[in-house]
T-cell receptor, first 112, second 114 residues
Framework: QQQVKQSPQSLIVQKGGISIINCAYENTAFDYFPWYQQFPGKGPALLIAIRPDVSEKKEGRFTISFNKSAKQFSLHIMDSQPGDSATYFCAALSSNDYKLSFGAGTTVTVRA | DTAVSQTPKYLVTQMGNDKSIKCEQNLGHDTMYWYKQDSKKFLKIMFSYNNKELIINETVPNRFSPKSPDKAHLNLHINSLELGDSAVYFC?????????????FGPGTRLTVT
């Protein structure tokens, strides 16, 4: 049973546009929410992460928005570039656990 | 300087064979993992080792046997390979077991069983 639900499965965005990926969870014990970026033929790489004590975290063009009451979090990629074309995974973890629960992934294609 | 490395990158073999995948991390982490990524890109944890001790074995067939000779290495041996074992296998590491924040993944080994 997947503990983190991710949508959409794929999206296409024009260069300069905004990519938005959404995730939802049920386990209220989760207290760490990372996003991983995976390019074809490579391993997932930690992109950005958030704890539930903040509602937003920004690193460059990547922003995580977190809604604790709705148990949802999202990744926004601003000014999307062709080099951002990759698969993005949301994940969740409890601080007293050791198993990352991954979403199913979103393949983002940025058209030049 | 590669943090988590795996060999081989590609592995093509026939059903029934036995094969191994090697993983090394130079981050000084205590905890290492094996993940399986299926054809739909879904990532699922298989094993976790902490200081050379097995912590997680996620309903993985006993044909899969991890071995950790030291904290920096975690190998995966697979016996009697089956078609359904075809997938990409990722090694990962984290500084500690709990909490397992910031997991660093290797480049993956694409296993194809024919």
């Amino acid at each position: 049973q997947q503990q983190v639900k991710q949508s959409p499965q794929s999206l296409i965005v024009q260069k300069g546009g905004i990519s938005i990926i959404n995730c939802a969870y049920e386990n209220t014990a989760f207290d760490y929410f990372p996003w991983y970026q995976q390019f074809p033929g490579k391993g997932p790489a930690l992109l950005i992460a958030i704890r539930p004590d903040v509602s937003e975290k920004k690193e460059g063009r990547f922003t995580i928005s977190f809604n604790k009451s709705a148990k949802q979090f999202s990744l926004h990629i601003m000014d999307s570039q062709p080099g951002d074309s990759a698969t993005y995974f949301c994940a969740a973890l409890s601080s007293n656990d050791y198993k990352l629960s991954f979403g199913a992934g979103t393949t983002v294609t940025v058209r030049a | 300087d590669t943090a988590v490395s795996q060999t081989p990158k590609y592995l093509v073999t026939q059903m029934g064979n036995d094969k191994s995948i090697k993983c090394e991390q130079n981050l000084g982490h205590d905890t290492m993992y094996w993940y399986k990524q299926d054809s739909k890109k879904f990532l699922k944890i298989m094993f976790s080792y902490n200081n050379k001790e097995l912590i997680i074995n996620e309903t993985v067939p006993n044909r899969f046997s991890p071995k950790s000779p030291d904290k920096a290495h975690l190998n995966l041996h697979i016996n009697s390979l089956e078609l359904g074992d075809s997938a990409v296998y990722f090694c990962a590491s984290s500084a500690r077991l709990v909490p397992a924040y910031e997991q660093y993944f290797g480049p993956g080994t694409r296993l194809t069983v024919t």
